[in-house]
């Protein structure tokens, strides 16, 4: 509704752009047929536009945002024709849409806008740009779902693989809760004193869904459990440094790696006793060790963070527009060049943060942001990406191909945006039995991302077969189910 109040934390990461790092969703769908800009348009006008928001900008000022209806809204400022040269490949798509990454959205229109190549290879290809402030990865997987169409035959699109560590983390909520996990801030928690009541309203409305806490000795494990979270991310040190950290540019550069099979992820997380999410998280560090070590920038013991985005909304939550999910710093044990070993290593790392409650913290951090004047953002964005090298995001598509004005979507592929000084983000989406990975750096960092994603196959690979021969002599790591 135009005029409503911008939730939060949605304003928190309205506020968050940067020059050099604009809060701004990628994304890149390949077709397999042409498609032309005056279809594309109907899909847009009778579905996209269903959901009100997408009329409307977002306005802040220094306290507050709200939703104003563009009055003089036109989808033709919002959908584009995007010229490539006559028989372009995909090196010509990826520069394209890494100029597009770079540029930042109209602020006087609606955030958001859809490029259309009409002639890409046998088909077309679409990329399109929406900013962090409208929503989160899955909620956007809804709206791309409600612009497509099941395969021919289908009643309903099919439905979102499910791996089995992600999201949904057990949340404490109670507003009681707040006052000592910010206390925990230290400087940072005297600014946000100021938030704290207002905070706390917030968290009791937009947090009964994530959880139902029981009373007494329940709340009270559960403040001390935050208070200690907050601590120990404060407390970190910052990660070494490498080539992916370093004075960012304004100019963004992506890449994407040949679809994997998902089942051949599946079965080597069922064969080792790890989850899904495991194998895809230490894929994503050898590859990075990969690029290191072709840099002389690695050790044996290096091990560097991602910040990794976590889905907080309930299970039996329908996804909505917005942002609700909290970041945890997972290990990326780069220097291990043993497949089995940085599996297992991950795989302990990732049990252990299922079981804290960083994710919520983090959630409560962004809310108390975007209560907080805009300029006092900055403290409590340092003090989560200077301890962090990369964003990893993992979104669950659906399992069936999807097609957009009757043309089958073959690949698809995102790029979260990275905060503050992270300069490198990595994406992992699965679609149609198949794991999409892209990698989107900036230019001043690392100016041939292909330099990583030439390395995911390959580091799947070396891990199916160590697992192929450690099954076989009986030698695997009976601790990799443990904690």
Not at 319 to 342: C, K
Not at 346 to 353: C, K, S, T
Not at 408 to 432: H, K, M, N
Not at 455 to 471: C, D, K, N, P, W
Request: hydrophobic share 45%; with cysteine; aromatic share 6%.
């Amino acid at each position: 509704m135009s005029g409503e109040a911008i939730s939060p934390v949605d304003l928190a990461w309205l506020r968050m752009d940067r020059p050099t790092n604009p809060m701004v969703i990628v994304a890149v769908l390949i077709l397999s047929k042409p498609l032309s800009l005056a279809r594309l348009k109907r899909v847009l006008t009778a579905r996209l536009l269903t959901f009100e928001r997408f009329r409307d900008r977002p306005v802040c000022d220094a306290l507050s945002g709200h939703w104003q209806r563009d009055e003089h809204f036109r989808l033709d400022a919002h959908l584009r024709r995007l010229q490539l040269p006559p028989r372009a490949g995909e090196k010509h798509l990826q520069a394209a849409a890494s100029r597009l990454a770079s540029t930042p959205l109209n602020r006087a229109r609606p955030l958001w806008q859809f490029h259309l190549v009409e002639h890409f290879g046998h088909g077309s290809a679409i990329v399109g740009r929406v900013h962090h402030c409208y929503a989160d990865g899955v909620a956007l997987m809804r709206v791309l779902m409600s612009l497509t169409d099941p395969p021919p035959g289908d009643s309903l699109p099919g439905g979102s693989t499910t791996n089995d560590d992600e999201s949904n983390h057990a949340a404490a909520g109670p507003s009681s809760l707040l006052t000592p996990v910010v206390n925990a801030l230290g400087s940072a928690g005297t600014l946000a004193q100021r938030a704290i009541e207002a905070t706390a309203a917030v968290l009791n409305t937009s947090m009964q869904t994530l959880a139902h806490p029981t009373q007494g000795a329940t709340i009270a494990h559960r403040a001390t459990d935050a208070t200690r979270e907050l601590a120990k991310i404060a407390m970190m040190a910052a990660d070494p440094p490498t080539p992916l950290k370093g004075t960012l540019s304004r100019h963004k550069q992506v890449s994407w790696a040949e679809p994997l099979p998902f089942e051949q992820v599946k079965a080597l997380a069922q064969a080792l006793g790890v989850s899904i999410n495991d194998v895809l998280l230490a894929t994503v560090a050898g590859a990075l060790g990969c690029y290191l070590e072709s840099h002389a920038a690695v050790t044996d013991s290096m091990s560097l963070r991602a910040l990794v985005p976590v889905n907080l909304r309930a299970p039996e939550q329908t996804p909505r527009l917005g942002n609700e999910f909290g970041l945890v710093f997972a290990s990326l044990p780069v220097g291990e060049r043993h497949p089995l070993s940085r599996l297992y290593a991950v795989h302990r790392d990732m049990a252990a943060l299922k079981h804290s409650s960083q994710a919520v913290v983090a959630f409560w951090l962004l809310t108390a942001m975007g209560l907080l004047p805009g300029i006092l953002e900055q403290e409590v964005i340092e003090l989560f990406t200077t301890k962090a090298s990369v964003v990893i995001s993992n979104v669950p598509g659906p399992r069936q191909p999807l097609y957009v004005a009757g043309v089958r979507i073959e690949r698809q592929f995102f790029w979260v945006p990275q905060a503050g000084s992270i300069g490198v983000g990595v994406s992992l989406l699965t679609y149609g039995g198949t794991v999409h990975f892209g990698v989107i750096a900036d230019r001043h960092l690392i100016a041939h991302p292909e330099q990583i994603t030439s390395h995911f196959a390959g580091e799947l690979e070396r891990l199916s077969v160590y697992a192929q021969t450690e099954m076989r002599s009986g030698t695997a790591d009976p601790a990799a189910t443990s904690p």
